[in-house]
């Protein structure tokens, strides 16, 4: 008896290997397993009674979902929605890695993908300043709360001159378990509730990872907007100083392929300094390895893809901007280090911002 | 078997996968030819696949070469188990040799890359199959690929000067040279081109480059009904004219490609050729209004495409609308079965005749594109792959369109192979006794028949 996967989409892909020619994580494992073709293979074989050993999860869990087979399919089929369903369909199972497992477990337990205990807003030195009615929410998410404190400092004070408040007892999105095939019920509900008391509209956030879970698995009058795109349509009252440096953006997968904010953040970015392409850029950005579960399932794949990636940044730039702090974790911890800074981190240097 | 999974990681150390979902994904190229091989291995030299034949000839273990596995008859699809040798790992671009016009690269090097690498010193190599972005050159010599641009360059064979090739036994050969021609003996490196790896594993090749054209232009012309578009290429090229492409595309093939981006402006009321001319610009302007001047008494509409954006983005549809079907009815699978007939040119319009009656009379509806400058047809037949009704009258209408083919004194195959998919057809095409010549040289070189056995209709 097989598992009930999307044959429909299952069957319209032909083999005809053109996802093989851009999968990253091909790239890096040389493995038919490990391109989109392989996967969509491996659930075919689900679907007709495989058996879900450690290989056939490797192949699935290998995905960063970064979307470039998509893009490319002539098909015209979407397989890291694929790769989701089948990833979902196996943990319902029962069927999943230790460190599928203990990731789920950390976020139920604690509400963010570290399992820490310490307080989310503890970088916040005035709760003061948080206002308990506002249209609009600037959504921190676990990355930027507990690692890039900074980053996160700087955008609630980009945004609190907007009048942006927080949410008093944010969750994690539900992304991380989203991604690698669980419910994310409960973390959606705490935050949609807060939301309400709050009374707002809009979301927004500074992470592409939270910026795609918001968009399409929270309830759809929420109006969700990514930081590059609040900064965008707010330019003017930026007050921004240029900056005489040279920097280039990586397109986070989630925010660019999946969402299509291509221009926002490269406007930003040029009204503070000059903007050198990636060699491979907007939707033909090659993915750092570190979404989909991967950083933390596969650390030394994930490793390897991001420095590949790096290949691609042009000579003679200060800076790897980026829009993501997952992407800033892979990029810096493959050897780019401090160079690889957050868009609203550049801006934060080009404005003067109260601390 | 457990002695072979120690000897094979003896030869490739973590390079060897027996595993359940490897072998799964090994099964089968983009062919439907299906067969589960006991273990895939992954050479990155000579050596190793020198090691390995010698190890399987001695055990009698089928051993199924594959470069990226896009093949469209089987070639790949490990049909008797054993071994696949994974080939796709030997990508290096070993040497750019401009002053004798080649270079030698290894058999894994994907076709775009290597034509990626070449443009800076102003070449390339010609052969383009719809997969350039994916396939080997491996894969390219073993199935004698051609594209759309073998009407004015040739085929894959037209470009080797010398292969490096594992034999049955481990031995290892080289069958040519760089000299630019050679009057000695044997031609050995044709024999392994379109030999689908049943004679011997290529690990390394010379090919001859071409100088890259100064320019192109695209005419695209539109006429009522097909005979009338193939009588305007007999009088393009009567008129000294040599197309460096030259496309016949149907109304739904058309409806398809703009169904992908609806920005292509290729008319959709007719059956459409799509004329391309390379080389200097003065030369090209000139044939293109030429052209464009013999097709117009007879066509529905002629224009020439002017900008190299508009060109590139044409042929990036025209490369991949086989598989794009689908997204203009998504239960619709493209099936590639039948998909590969070729006839003489003047007997084109008769082909795409008949293929329409078979498609018309098994109501399974066929795209028809194809390189008609050379008389090579892509018929794309798309099925409910869900609906075991269709399936049965698919392959009804793939034997029709096979046999079609052959009536008209054509082939089963112009450019993808033979492979277990259309071996069936070989007797009929080639002869019983042409068939006994290819059974003794595969028998002189391959005593065992350990190399890729059941393809060929050996």
Sequence with gaps: ?355 | MSGTLEALREIFGSRVSASLAERYCYASDASQEQGMPDYVVRPENVQEVSRLLKFCSEHQIPVTPRGAGTGLAGGASPVHGGVVLDMSGMCKIVEIDIVNLQVIVQPGVVADRLNSALRPHGFFFPPDPGSSAMCTIGGMISNNSSGMRSVKYGTTKNYLLDLEVVLADGRIIRTGSKVLKSSAGYDLTRLFAGAEGTLGVITEAGLKIAPLPRSRKLVLTCFPDAETAGRAVISVFSAGITPSACEILDRLTCRVLKSCDPNIAVPDDGDVILFEVDGPQNSTEEEALQIAEICRPQSLSVRVADSRKEMDEIWAARKLVGAAISRLDPTKTRIYMGEDVGVPISRIPSLIKKVQQISAKLDIPAMKFGHIGDGNLHVALFIDVMDEVQWCKLRLAVDRIHRAALDLGGTVSSEHGIGLARAEYLPEQLGEETLQVMRSIKKAIDPANILNPGKLGL
């Excluded at chain 1, 500074?206 to 879970?213: D, F, S, V």
């Excluded at chain 1, 965008?232 to 989630?254: F, G, R, W």
């Excluded at chain 1, 950083?295 to 042009?314: E, Q, T």
Aim: a positive charge.
């Design chain 1, 1 to 355: 008896m097989g598992m009930k996967l999307d044959l429909r989409s299952i069957n319209r892909c032909v083999r005809c290997g053109t996802c093989r020619s851009v999968c990253p994580v091909f790239e890096e494992s040389g493995w038919e397993s490990a391109n989109t073709r392989g996967r969509i293979l491996v659930m075919k074989g689900l679907a007709n009674g495989l058996e879900a050993d450690k290989e056939v999860q490797d192949s699935l869990n290998t995905c960063t979902t970064c979307g470039i087979c998509t893009e490319k399919c002539p098909a015209g089929i979407n397989p890291p929605q694929m790769v989701e369903e089948a990833r979902r369909e196996l943990a319902a199972s029962g069927i999943m890695t230790a460190e599928q497992s203990d990731l789920s477990r950390r976020i139920y337990g604690s509400g963010n993908t570290f399992g820490e205990r310490t307080r989310r807003l503890a970088w916040l030195s005035d709760r003061s300043r948080l206002e308990s009615k506002s249209d609009y929410v600037y959504f921190v998410g676990c990355m930027n709360s507990y690692r890039y404190t900074e980053t996160a400092m700087n955008s609630f004070a980009l945004l609190s001159k907007f009048g942006v408040t927080m949410l008093p007892d944010e969750q994690c999105c539900g992304s991380p378990l989203l991604r690698t095939g669980f419910s994310a019920a409960r973390l959606v509900d705490a935050n949609v509730r807060q939301m309400k008391q709050i009374g707002a509209r809009t979301i927004i956030t500074g992470c592409a990872g939270c910026y795609t879970t918001l968009k399409n698995s929270y309830p759809a009058d929420i109006r969700v907007q990514s930081i590059p795109e609040f900064l965008a349509e707010h330019i003017s009252e930026l007050d921004i100083k240029p900056l005489p440096i040279k920097v280039t953006y990586h397109d986070p997968c989630h925010l660019g392929r999946h969402n299509r904010i291509f221009e926002q953040p490269r406007r930003v970015i040029e009204a503070v300094c000059g903007l050198l392409e990636m060699k491979a850029a907007r939707e033909n950005a090659r993915c750092c390895g570190g979404g989909g579960g991967v950083r933390s399932g596969y650390p030394d794949l994930s490793l390897r893809m991001a420095k590949r990636r790096l290949l691609d940044v042009p000579e003679g730039v200060d800076y790897i901007v980026t829009s993501c702090p997952l992407c800033i974790r892979n990029l810096r911890d493959a050897g780019a280090g401090e160079k690889v800074i957050d868009l609203v981190d550049l801006v934060a240097r080009a404005t003067s911002l109260p601390k």
